[in-house]
């Protein structure tokens, strides 16, 4: 398949990269840093666009097969709308060219219900800060779902837990509602990605991915 890869440098966009790559996939790969890609190979092209140009991303998401999206935000203080506009630009992009397959994933540890089940002294020591910084994050990776829930793509939308980094694969588990203190290793959450654009388990669901401890 040919797959578009958006966040393609973040730490979970060069695993996802990397299996894709591994299964036989051809990648294009959307980073801000082209020079800091650490992947040279006929099977990966690099892209240098700006997410939030629509023009940009319209351009480079024509004749692929599946676009993977893994853009990440930090938490702020200031308003957020990253994550909303680069989903619309990318949706509108796929209706443009008749691209129907969409995986994107969304912030690790924002959820409130997941929250409320960490244990107090975690509480006492996290909670202030993701009140104080995630609200806006959070907002827009709702608007983000939203905007891929409304367009009648065939789309996947993963919630991982908090993000923590293994080498190796695990068992994991791929669920409808997220588990107590979920944590989620980036290789776990990219080969669920890779799973899924090719298998279409999870077509036009929410899942949450957790890794099961060793």
């Given at each position: ?10 730490p ?12 036989g996939?051809?990648v294009?790969a ?8 650490p ?8 892209a240098?666009?700006?997410?939030m140009d ?5 351009w480079?998401?024509r004749?692929?097969?599946a ?6 935000v930090p ?11 680069v989903a619309?630009?990318?949706v ?13 994933v ?13 244990g ?14 995630g609200p806006?994050v959070?907002?827009?990776?709702r ?10 793509l065939?789309?996947t ?8 980094t ?7 588990r791929?669920t409808?509602v997220?588990?107590p203190?979920t944590?989620t290793s980036r290789?776990?959450l ?7 654009v090719t298998h ?6 929410t899942?949450?991915?957790?890794t099961v401890?060793?």
């Amino acid at each position: 398949m040919r797959l578009i890869v958006f966040g393609a440098n973040s730490p979970t966009g060069r695993l996802v990269t990397a299996m894709a790559m591994a299964a036989g996939h051809t990648v294009t790969a959307i980073t801000r840093r082209p020079a800091d890609f650490p992947f040279c190979d006929h099977r990966v092209q690099i892209a240098d666009a700006d997410v939030m140009d629509a023009d940009a991303v319209d351009w480079v998401v024509r004749d692929h097969d599946a676009v993977l999206s893994v853009i990440g935000v930090p938490l702020s203080l200031k308003p957020v709308t990253v994550c909303s506009q680069v989903a619309f630009n990318v949706v509108k992009g796929m209706m443009n060219h008749g691209v129907r397959r969409l995986l994107c994933v969304g912030s690790a540890g924002l959820d409130a219900a997941d929250l409320s089940r960490v244990g107090l002294l975690c509480q006492r020591a996290i909670r202030p800060v993701v009140l104080a910084c995630g609200p806006a994050v959070q907002q827009d990776v709702r608007r983000m779902e939203g905007i891929v829930r409304e367009t009648g793509l065939d789309w996947t939308l993963f919630r991982p837990g908090r993000l923590v980094t293994r080498s190796d694969v695990t068992d994991y588990r791929i669920t409808a509602v997220p588990a107590p203190r979920t944590l989620t290793s980036r290789v776990d959450l990219a080969h669920a990605l890779i799973h899924e654009v090719t298998h279409r388990d999870h077509v036009g669901e929410t899942v949450h991915v957790a890794t099961v401890p060793c």
